[in-house]
């Protein structure tokens, strides 16, 4: 190369890459109307998969939700049948679900559901009955059961917090089946009634599932007075699980007008969606709503009304005559993120930093609630494609309109070029998208690819 040719490539490699008054490149995708699943929300499964559950019928599905009792998970004194919930986390894993967990302390038709050996290792209870069944029921203010179920909340908590596996942790523990209360228990030796534990041991439980599981998103049961008066100042979500009551119980009473308003109010949790997930299961299953006559579109309007991220009808059919109002439910629940444009400067240089405005738009009722970034792909035709990810997360994203930067620092190394720009969503230590969005041109991998930008050689 002569003096004055490589004194001509100092000078063009000095220049800026971009001149101030260039305009940016601008991107405005098309929005679909495709259902799909996402994690952290969703229409879940029951004590089953998405590949399994004949009842889905097709119908997207991001979330299982499995319920256990304390005897199935830890059968024999401080061995936790580990295994049996990584096998759990694995099969969802391989079929695009998130694991949502309750444990539980009593409820099944057994004698005993939280395990016999803790009272052969001394712990005091009681013989009680309810539905017919007699079962054996721990003093949740013994020592050795606070001891031994703390032992457990922590092991688990080690074991599994911030498992990206993992969706939600129903704090249940307490009540028949976790519900937070003991309806129609009573003492074999005497007929009284059985109280609910003190306040302060409820307290205790959900302290230490909340110690144990800070990464986790979590939620309880709408009828635990205790924990829903911590939703707001502890991050709490709540769960409510008689979804579509308008009076199958009582013909002056139900769920959906006399407890679920009134149980939220009190607390004064109204805000706690803005922070934490609801979730709600149906009462009985939608066969019964329509049996019944009662209004399938105004059931689902009020889930919406209070920010559901997740519905569960206990993996049971579907009235086929409710599918297009499933549909319209669906295109609402939880999270939707669609990108109204997108712009970047044409053209950045290899070691400095390419900068993406994103305008999006929540059209659902619920941020998502897991830490899931912004990341770019650059491929040239015939070359190795370039993941990067930014610090910007969709985390917290309310319902509406959302401004976004997302800077992506370039390797000085990248080969100058021409490169297809496409955008994902990925979790904060990953490279592969994670979150659907609702927009046009999802490719095999999971990418948008969206526009193009030149890559010029680096500074010498």
Same mark, same amino acid.
């Given at each position: 190369m002569? $003096? $004055?040719?490589?004194?001509l490539c ?17 991107v405005?995708?098309?929005?679909t %109307?495709? !259902?799909?699943a ?7 499964t ?8 004949r ?13 256990f ?5 830890e059968?024999t ?10 096998? $759990?986390l694995a099969?969802?894993?391989r079929v695009g679900?998130?694991?949502a967990?309750?444990i539980?302390?009593?409820g099944?038709?057994?004698?005993a559901?939280?395990?016999?050996w803790l ?10 009955e309810y ?6 029921l721990?003093?949740?203010?013994d020592?050795i059961?606070?001891?031994r179920h ?5 092991e688990? =908590?080690?074991?599994?917090?911030g498992n990206?596996a993992?969706?939600?942790l129903?704090?249940?523990?307490v009540?028949l ?5 003991m309806?129609g228990?009573?003492?074999?030796a ?8 003190p306040?302060a041991?409820? %307290?205790e439980?959900i302290s230490?599932?909340?110690a144990?599981?800070?990464?986790t998103?979590?939620v ?9 008066a911590r939703?707001?100042?502890?991050g ?6 008689c ?5 199958g119980f009582?013909?002056?009473w139900?769920?959906?007008?006399n407890?679920?308003p009134q149980?939220i ?12 997930p609801v979730?709600?299961?149906?009462c009985?299953?939608m066969?019964?709503?329509?049996q019944?006559?009662?209004d399938?579109a105004a059931?689902?309007?009020?889930a919406?009304?209070?920010h559901?991220?997740y519905?569960n ?11 297009p109002l ?22 950045v240089r290899?070691?400095e930093?390419?900068? !993406?405005?994103l305008?999006g ?10 830490d ?5 792909r650059l491929?040239?035709? %015939? ?8 610090q910007?997360?969709?985390?917290g994203?309310?319902?509406?309109t959302?401004t ?8 000085a190394?990248v080969?100058a ?12 230590q ?10 046009e =041109?999802?490719?095999?991998q =999971?990418?948008?690819?969206l526009?193009?930008?030149?890559v ?5």
């Amino acid at each position: 190369m002569g $003096m $004055m040719a490589a004194l001509l490539c100092c000078l063009l490699l000095a220049l800026p890459v971009a001149q101030a008054d260039e305009p940016m490149v601008t991107v405005k995708p098309q929005e679909t %109307n495709e !259902l799909f699943a996402n994690p952290g929300m969703g229409w879940q499964t029951f004590h089953t998969f998405n590949d399994q559950d004949r009842a889905l019928q097709g119908l997207p599905s991001g979330s299982a939700y499995f319920r256990f009792y304390w005897r199935e998970i830890e059968p024999t004194d401080g061995a936790i049948d580990f295994a049996r919930l990584d096998e $759990m986390l694995a099969h969802g894993r391989r079929v695009g679900q998130k694991v949502a967990l309750r444990i539980m302390c009593t409820g099944s038709e057994n004698y005993a559901d939280s395990p016999l050996w803790l009272r052969d290792a001394g712990c005091k209870g009681l013989e009680v009955e309810y539905e017919g069944h007699k079962h054996w029921l721990p003093d949740f203010t013994d020592p050795i059961f606070r001891a031994r179920h703390g032992r457990l909340i922590r092991e688990l =908590g080690k074991r599994y917090d911030g498992n990206s596996a993992l969706d939600t942790l129903d704090i249940g523990s307490v009540g028949l089946w976790g519900e937070w209360h003991m309806s129609g228990v009573k003492d074999v030796a005497t007929g009284n009634s059985v109280p609910m534990p003190p306040v302060a041991v409820q %307290n205790e439980i959900i302290s230490e599932w909340c110690a144990a599981f800070p990464k986790t998103p979590k939620v309880v049961l709408i009828g635990s007075d205790a924990g829903m008066a911590r939703t707001m100042q502890e991050g709490l979500g709540w769960r409510a699980d008689c979804l579509g009551d308008m009076g199958g119980f009582s013909k002056t009473w139900n769920h959906m007008e006399n407890f679920y308003p009134q149980a939220i109010t009190k607390a004064r949790a109204q805000a706690a969606w803005q922070q934490a997930p609801v979730a709600f299961e149906s009462c009985w299953d939608m066969r019964k709503w329509k049996q019944e006559g009662w209004d399938i579109a105004a059931i689902f309007d009020f889930a919406l009304a209070h920010h559901a991220s997740y519905v569960n009808n206990k993996s049971t059919p579907l009235p086929e005559e409710a599918w297009p109002l499933i549909e319209r439910f669906l295109h609402k629940l939880g999270y939707r993120l669609v990108i109204r444009s997108l712009a970047h400067a044409p053209r950045v240089r290899a070691g400095e930093t390419l900068t !993406l405005k994103l305008v999006g738009e929540n059209v659902s009722v619920a941020p998502p609630y897991f830490d899931y970034h912004i990341a770019i792909r650059l491929k040239r035709d %015939n070359g190795q494609p370039l993941v990067l990810t930014s610090q910007a997360s969709i985390r917290g994203w309310l319902p509406g309109t959302r401004t976004l930067e997302a800077a992506f620092p370039l390797p000085a190394k990248v080969p100058a070029g021409r490169y297809e720009l496409a955008v994902g969503v990925v979790e904060p230590q990953g490279d592969k998208p994670a979150v659907r969005l609702a927009i046009e =041109g999802r490719d095999a991998q =999971g990418w948008y690819p969206l526009s193009r930008v030149e890559v010029a050689k680096a500074k010498r």
